[in-house]
C-alpha cells in the first residue's frame, strides 16, 4: 500500500514550457487535492476532485488545469508555465466526498510532493 | 477573512526539552483543528484530530489542547527528540456557505531540536 505517489519527484522548467504532474492514490478514496506550498504561506489550495468525474476550483487555480482521470488518478497540467508557478506541489486525497463530514477518520493524506522550479 | 495563525514562527530546542506551538484561529463555523507534522522534503502527516467538543488529545509524546472559546489550541511536545525536527502545522476545518467544508491551513512552525 503506497499511499499517495507523486511524479516527477523534481522539474525545471522554462516560461511558457508546459508539463502534467501526476497523483495516483491505492487507499479507494474519493476525494484527490492539489495544493501548492510557498514560503512564508500556508498551502493553497489550486483544484479538487470531489469523486471521479467532477473536478473544481480551489483558491489558486489561475495557470492550472486538472483532470481525474479515473478514481486513482488525479493530473495538474501546466499549460504555460510562469516562474510565480515555481513551488512544491502536493498532492492529496481523502477518503469522503467533499461534502461528507470531514470527521476524525477522514484526515488528508498528502503525497511527498513535486519541487518545480520555473527559469 | 478565515485565517489560521501559528507562534512562534521558528524555535530551537536542546533534545529532551520540551516546547508547545500556538495556533490561533478565526475559522467560524469551526468543524475541527488538525496538528500535522511536516518533515523537510515530505509531505505533512496527521498528528491529532480535535473536534470543537474536545479539550486534549495526546498522541505519543505529542499533546493537543484546544479551547474552541477563545479558538485558540496548542501541540505540547515531550521529552524532545532529534527526530522531532520539521515543521509543525495548524490546519482548521471549516464550513462554506454551500455547505461544503475547506481546510484553512497555518503556514507552521518551524522545530529544530539540538542534541
Known amino acids: 500500500n503506497a499511499g499517495v505517489t507523486q511524479t516527477p519527484k523534481f522539474q525545471v522548467l522554462k516560461t511558457g514550457q508546459s508539463m502534467t504532474l501526476q497523483c495516483a492514490q491505492d487507499?479507494?478514496?474519493?476525494?484527490m487535492y492539489w495544493y501548492r506550498q510557498d514560503p512564508g504561506m500556508g498551502l493553497r489550495l489550486i483544484y479538487y476532485?470531489?469523486?471521479?468525474?467532477?473536478?473544481d476550483k480551489g483558491e489558486v487555480p489561475n495557470g492550472y488545469n486538472v483532470s481525474r482521470l479515473n478514481k486513482r488518478e488525479f493530473s495538474l497540467r501546466l499549460e504555460s508555465a510562469a516562474p510565480s508557478q515555481t513551488s512544491v506541489y502536493f498532492c492529496?486525497?481523502?477518503?469522503?466526498?467533499?461534502?461528507?463530514?470531514?470527521?476524525?477518520?477522514?484526515?488528508?493524506?498528502f503525497g511527498p510532493g513535486t519541487r518545480l522550479l520555473v527559469l | 477573512k478565515n485565517q489560521v495563525e501559528q507562534s512562534p514562527q521558528s524555535l530551537i530546542i536542546l533534545e529532551g526539552k520540551n516546547c508547545t506551538l500556538q495556533c490561533n484561529y478565526t475559522v467560524s463555523p469551526f468543524s475541527n483543528l488538525r496538528w500535522y507534522k511536516q518533515d523537510t522534503g515530505r509531505g505533512p502527516v496527521s498528528l491529532t484530530i480535535?473536534?470543537?467538543?474536545?479539550n486534549t488529545k495526546s498522541n505519543g509524546r505529542y499533546t493537543a489542547t484546544l479551547d474552541a472559546d477563545t479558538k485558540q489550541s496548542s501541540l505540547h511536545i515531550t521529552a524532545s527528540q532529534l527526530s522531532d525536527s520539521a515543521s509543525y502545522i495548524c490546519?482548521?476545518?471549516?464550513?462554506?456557505?454551500?455547505?461544503?467544508?475547506?481546510?484553512?491551513f497555518g503556514t507552521g512552525t518551524r522545530l529544530k531540536v539540538l542534541a
Open positions: 490546519v482548521v476545518t471549516g464550513q462554506t456557505t454551500s455547505g461544503t467544508y475547506k481546510y484553512i
Open positions: 487507499m479507494n478514496h474519493n476525494s
Open positions: 476532485s470531489a469523486s471521479e468525474g467532477t473536478t
Open positions: 480535535m473536534t470543537f467538543s474536545e
Open positions: 492529496a486525497s481523502r477518503r469522503q466526498g467533499q461534502d461528507g463530514f470531514p470527521g476524525a477518520q477522514e484526515t488528508q493524506y
